[in-house]
């Protein structure tokens, strides 16, 4: 199980560093954008963030 973790993390980082690696500056206006969403709004992205990579989970196990 430990090694499937290992795996998932090093997935997400590589998902996650291909927007910087392909267009920084669009990243980094994202960011900006980011930085000044509510915590409330911020809190519903990251809860359906969570639901969609939860349901992809459970659909493709």
Do not use: C, H, K, Y
Request: proline share 3%; hydrophobic share 55%.
């Amino acid at each position: 199980m430990l090694e499937d973790i290992g795996r998932a993390v090093g997935l997400m980082l590589v998902f996650e560093g291909i927007m910087p690696f392909l267009s920084p500056r669009r990243w980094r206006n994202m960011a900006q954008v980011l930085g000044t969403v509510d915590e409330r709004s911020m809190r519903l992205i990251g809860l359906f963030s969570m639901l969609l990579g939860l349901g992809l989970l459970i659909f493709w196990r």
